[in-house]
């Protein structure tokens, strides 16, 4: 395939990021973030899931350096939008949604 590794990033970071977003038990993004064990853990368990699946399904070997990225893109995605979730939950603009539901 004359698929360049770059045109790989976004895609390798939206199936990562689908992958950490779907974890079960759920992962505490703001751990993660910092830097833990479980960070470590993932990394290790999703880069090789992503290597072996972009492999098994489309016959390319992702470079690591795209795995990486791709990897801390995700992290990186998901906690922004777990921080803008929880300051649009405390805005004026949504009193109205906490007072219908009555939070």
Do not use: C
Not at 85 to 101: F, G, I, P, Q
Request: hydrophobic share 40%; net charge negative.
């Amino acid at each position: 395939m004359g698929t360049q590794m770059n045109d790989l990033l976004p895609d390798v970071t939206y199936w990562l990021t689908l992958q950490i977003a779907k974890s079960d038990p759920g992962i505490d993004l703001e751990q993660v973030y910092q830097g833990t064990v479980e960070l470590d853990y993932l990394y290790q368990v999703l880069t090789s899931k992503a290597q072996q699946h972009w492999w098994s399904k489309y016959g390319i070997e992702l470079s690591p350096v795209t795995v990486n990225n791709a990897f801390f893109r995700a992290i990186a995605v998901l906690h922004d939008r777990n921080l803008e979730y929880k300051r649009s939950r405390n805005r004026s603009e949504t009193d109205w949604v906490r007072e219908l539901l009555h939070l």
